[in-house]
């Protein structure tokens, strides 16, 4: 058995700066010798990539660089975690029971990653000020262990010793938000196992007490938070990847939840997004269907009510998807990541709920989620990219309960 260390770091991590620019045709290339590498010098992990992708004002996409992280990466968060004013990223392992903090732009050569170690089966994370001291934290669902692991922020992109929180079964997404109205962030998880999401209510100083628990469809794996009926308090709605559904759960202002409506979407949805895709002003969200390679539009009513907004093909077997003005034109754009297709599928919104295909881009490997971002500062969004390595399990058999 290896010994796990938890990396410790300090001033020297704020001058990491992420790898050099590749050319898009030279992406999947470089990866493939960056595997071959590791394994000649007989690592006991296959590790991961995260895919970096420059956006331009004509809404196409330049690759950028990527990065090595630790086994099958499963999300990526990207915030100012060391408060320098760069973007820096955060990428759940979920074989590699890690977590890979990437630091933004620098003048010097990139320097080794810090890690943090959460627990057996890190799924999802958020990166947001939990105690209110203006350093960011992380918070990580950890399905291995049911356990939302928070690690407070220090000074310089350092956190402290991790505080566990027990939660449902085998949690696979997490979301930040005030639930209950005392302006403290709460989080929330998807727990795939046992159909229920969890509820943990804030105190102000990074630790959590037990909120709810609701029920939720089967199989929950996908999670946002938003308000949808426009009482100015956050709800929740899931994606229930065994029941092809997605759920609305409307807040009571405590912490607790009602059932709002299930919506039938396609098959096997298990990731959603949250934007105005027909510019009235309401919460609209975006569904990624694995199993029907589509995305199912909901257009949402002021009453937090739902209805079918119509669907749109992706590449094969979406499994992310992330919301962005990619061409500047002020109306939200969706960009998918296809797993079985190996790639990218970028979907321009029309402003009336309908989106039209605009663009592929080729990976050369299995994408498992897809974040969008101004990474370098240019105003323009950017796209990253979780990236696992070759050979890696597909979505639905890291998502469905073991019978």
Same mark, same amino acid.
């Given at each position: 058995?290896?010994? &796990?260390?938890?990396?410790?770091?300090?001033? *020297?991590?704020?001058?990491?700066?992420?790898?050099?620019?590749?050319?898009?045709?030279?992406?999947?290339?470089?990866?493939? %010798?960056?595997?071959?590498?590791?394994?000649?010098?007989?690592?006991?992990?296959?590790?991961?990539? =995260?895919?970096?992708?420059?956006?331009?004002?004509? !809404?196409?996409?330049?690759?950028?660089?990527?990065?090595?992280?630790?086994?099958?990466?499963?999300? #990526?968060?990207?915030?100012?975690?060391?408060?320098?004013?760069?973007?820096?990223?955060? =990428?759940?392992?979920? $074989?590699?029971?890690?977590?890979?903090?990437?630091?933004?732009?620098? %003048?010097?050569?990139?320097?080794?990653?810090?890690?943090?170690?959460?627990?057996?089966?890190?799924?999802?994370?958020?990166?947001?000020?939990?105690?209110?001291?203006?350093?960011?934290?992380?918070?990580?669902?950890?399905?291995?262990?049911?356990?939302? =692991?928070?690690?407070?922020?220090? &000074?310089?992109?350092?956190?402290?010793?991790?505080?566990?929180?027990?939660?449902?079964?085998?949690?696979?997404?997490?979301?930040?938000?005030?639930?209950?109205?005392?302006?403290?962030?709460?989080?929330?998880? %998807?727990?795939?196992?046992?159909?229920?999401?969890?509820?943990?209510? !804030?105190?102000?100083?990074?630790?959590?007490?037990?909120? @709810?628990?609701?029920? @939720?469809?089967?199989?929950?794996?996908?999670?946002?938070?938003?308000?949808?009926?426009?009482?100015?308090?956050?709800?929740?709605?899931?994606?229930?990847?065994? $029941?092809?559904?997605?759920?609305?759960?409307?807040?009571? +202002?405590? +912490?607790?939840?009602?059932?709002?409506?299930?919506?039938?979407? !396609?098959?096997?949805?298990?990731?959603?997004?949250?934007? $105005?895709?027909?510019?009235?002003?309401?919460?609209?969200?975006?569904?990624?269907?694995?199993?029907?390679?589509?995305?199912?539009?909901?257009?949402?009513?002021?009453?937090?009510?739902?209805?079918?907004?119509?669907?749109?093909?992706?590449?094969?077997?979406?499994?992310?998807?992330?919301?962005?003005?990619?061409?500047?034109? !002020?109306?939200?754009?969706?960009?998918?990541?296809?797993?079985?297709?190996?790639?990218?599928? #970028?979907?321009?919104?029309?402003?009336?709920?309908?989106?039209?295909?605009? &663009?592929?881009?080729?990976?050369?490997?299995?994408?498992?989620? =897809?974040?969008?971002?101004?990474?370098?500062?240019?105003?323009?969004?950017?796209? *990253?990219?979780?990236?696992?390595?070759?050979?890696?399990?597909?979505?639905?058999?890291?998502?469905?309960?073991?019978?």
């Amino acid at each position: 058995m290896r010994l &796990r260390l938890l990396v410790s770091f300090g001033v *020297a991590a704020l001058f990491a700066s992420f790898l050099p620019a590749l050319p898009l045709e030279g992406y999947a290339s470089a990866q493939a %010798a960056q595997q071959t590498q590791a394994q000649t010098a007989g690592q006991e992990e296959q590790n991961g990539t =995260v895919a970096y992708f420059v956006g331009t004002h004509a !809404g196409s996409f330049v690759a950028a660089g990527h990065f090595v992280v630790g086994d099958y990466p499963y999300d #990526v968060v990207a915030a100012d975690l060391n408060g320098d004013g760069l973007v820096d990223m955060a =990428v759940a392992n979920a $074989d590699g029971k890690s977590v890979t903090l990437l630091y933004g732009f620098a %003048a010097t050569a990139c320097q080794p990653h810090p890690t943090l170690l959460p627990g057996n089966g890190p799924t999802a994370l958020v990166a947001t000020d939990l105690n209110k001291d203006g350093h960011l934290d992380l918070a990580v669902a950890d399905s291995g262990d049911n356990e939302v =692991v928070v690690f407070v922020g220090y &000074r310089y992109g350092t956190f402290r010793q991790p505080y566990r929180y027990t939660v449902g079964s085998r949690p696979t997404a997490l979301v930040s938000a005030d639930f209950n109205n005392d302006g403290i962030p709460d989080l929330a998880t %998807a727990n795939t196992g046992d159909a229920s999401l969890t509820v943990l209510l !804030g105190d102000g100083d990074g630790h959590f007490r037990p909120g @709810s628990t609701i029920a @939720s469809g089967q199989s929950p794996d996908a999670l946002v938070a938003q308000d949808l009926n426009g009482d100015g308090i956050p709800d929740l709605a899931d994606t229930n990847f065994s $029941d092809g559904t997605v759920s609305t759960f409307f807040s009571n +202002g405590n +912490g607790t939840f009602r059932l709002g409506q299930t919506v039938k979407v !396609g098959g096997q949805p298990d990731a959603i997004a949250a934007g $105005d895709f027909n510019g009235d002003g309401v919460t609209d969200l975006a569904v990624a269907n694995f199993a029907d390679s589509s995305v199912t539009i909901l257009l949402g009513s002021p009453d937090g009510t739902f209805k079918l907004g119509g669907t749109v093909a992706t590449g094969s077997n979406p499994d992310g998807i992330a919301v962005g003005d990619f061409n500047g034109d !002020g109306i939200p754009d969706l960009v998918t990541a296809d797993y079985g297709d190996q790639a990218l599928t #970028v979907l321009n919104g029309k402003g009336n709920g309908t989106f039209t295909w605009s &663009r592929n881009i080729p990976l050369g490997s299995h994408p498992t989620s =897809v974040i969008t971002a101004d990474i370098n500062g240019d105003g323009i969004p950017d796209l *990253a990219v979780t990236l696992p390595s070759s050979g890696a399990k597909a979505p639905s058999e890291l998502r469905l309960p073991q019978q």
